[in-house]
């Protein structure tokens, strides 16, 4: 392919508007791409206007799987923006718009690869799965369908797209967020004793909590503490009544030693203690997401090779390191086997920002390092 045509593709998919939906759309562009060069694929609907995208390439029972996520977060006020957030606007040896690092780019890297060793006749021993995915910014909704479903079936090893900076990510923090909701009986100010007073009961869970987060000591080596965010508070109507409900909302990265298992049974344990011992207490917990740290071995074929590609397509040796934030790797890793997988891809800082971006050489780059990733992981 010309690098016209690698840069038109990642253009037109930050033209499609896949704001927490409409990945469909995505999907189905991409699956003409691939019928173009006589390749198949299978979207995996989710629902209405959200499928994945499943595709293969090669032969031999080896898989190594690329995945990148088709949705995207709000571009937010579109007059902050200095081009169009969907209109995947080249300037400055850029191209803008919401998704060109997060992660448009990665994933059309992978399909530009895909391609290119499709043009070039590349002998695979093994294929190559791409799992293109909706949802991961809110719930990492495909990746968990997919995996429930047998697509991660096989997999020897997986490269996720997301931006990295030029770094070899091989493991990240899970992420774990829950609301605790307070009942109270609203009463009159002036009289508080007829009511219950639910911010109240809900800071006797706050500071309980404050109490048992001190207790955790045990840290990772790549990712560091556990780490809590209370993110939300909230409580009462007006300033002259007892407020009837409040709610704190928290988010928190977990580690390995200390799992999303164990933080679900701290925090029901609390609630449970607290409303057994205070028969005025009216306190429930309601977990709204659950993704498991993901950490594979910095010693496994798939880091060693992406490190010696790395040194010979960018030119230097990359950082092998833990991150803090998650991805679609959190739903992947509950496979029937186990597998290592790295986060390697095209992009910068500006993930989430106004004015989203990637460099085109970045992009154009990882294409180079994706295609030879996969044939040296794919060698006899």
Same mark, same amino acid.
């Given at each position: ?11 037109? @998919? ?44 090669? &032969? ?29 606007? $080249? ?28 043009? $070039? ?6 294929? #190559? ?7 991961? +910014? ?16 096989? %997999? ?36 508080? &004793? ?23 000591? %045990? ?5 560091? /503490? ?6 939300? *508070?909230?409580?009462?109507?007006? @300033? ?11 988010? =928190?990265?977990?580690?390995? +030693?200390?799992?999303? @298992? ?13 409303? /057994? ?7 429930? !917990? ?15 074929? !798939? *880091?060693?090779?992406?490190?010696? %590609? ?27 086997? /186990?597998?290592?997988?790295? =986060? ?11 004015? +989203? ?14 295609? &030879? #990733? ?7």
């Amino acid at each position: 392919m010309k690098n016209r045509d690698k840069i038109n593709l990642l253009q037109e @998919i930050i033209k499609i508007n896949s704001t927490n939906g409409n990945e469909k759309e995505v999907a189905t562009y991409l699956e003409n791409v691939f019928i173009n060069y006589g390749i198949k694929s299978k979207q995996v609907e989710y629902s209405e206007g959200r499928s994945s995208l499943v595709t293969e390439i090669g &032969e031999g029972e080896k898989i190594l799987s690329f995945s990148g996520h088709m949705d995207v977060v709000s571009a937010g006020d579109y007059s902050e923006w200095t081009h169009d957030p969907f209109g995947g606007i $080249e300037a400055d040896g850029k191209i803008y718009g919401r998704g060109a690092t997060d992660m448009k780019s990665g994933l059309a890297a992978m399909v530009v690869a895909m391609l290119e060793l499709i043009e $070039e006749k590349t002998e695979l021993y093994g294929k #190559i799965r791409l799992l293109a995915t909706v949802g991961e +910014e809110v719930g990492l909704l495909g990746a968990k369908q997919l995996t429930e479903e047998g697509y991660v079936d096989g %997999v020897a090893a997986m490269i996720i797209g997301e931006p990295t900076q030029n770094h070899i990510v091989y493991a990240h923090k899970g992420v774990f967020t829950y609301t605790v909701t307070s009942k109270g009986i609203s009463a009159h100010s002036s009289m508080p &004793e007829m009511g219950v007073n639910a911010i109240d009961k809900l800071m006797v869970f706050y500071n309980a909590l404050q109490a048992e987060l001190k207790k955790i000591t %045990v840290e990772n080596e790549a990712l560091g /503490k556990f780490v809590h965010n209370t993110s939300i *508070v909230d409580g009462g109507i007006q @300033i002259n009544s007892v407020p009837e409900k409040a709610i704190l909302t928290g988010n =928190i990265r977990t580690i390995p +030693e200390f799992n999303n @298992i164990q933080t679900e049974k701290m925090l029901t344990s609390l609630v449970e203690k607290i409303n /057994k011992e205070d028969a005025t207490s009216c306190l429930s !917990i309601e977990i709204s997401q659950s993704a498991y740290p993901m950490f594979s071995s910095k010693d496994s074929e !798939i *880091v060693q090779l992406s490190n010696e %590609v790395a040194k010979q397509i960018i030119g230097k040796e990359l950082p092998i390191i833990g991150i803090s934030g998650g991805t679609d790797a959190s739903e992947f890793s509950k496979a029937k086997q /186990k597998f290592p997988i790295i =986060i390697f891809g095209p992009g910068n800082a500006t993930p989430h920002q106004v004015d +989203e971006c990637v460099d085109i050489d970045n992009y154009l780059e990882m294409i180079e390092v994706y295609k &030879e #990733i996969s044939k040296k992981f794919l060698d006899k």
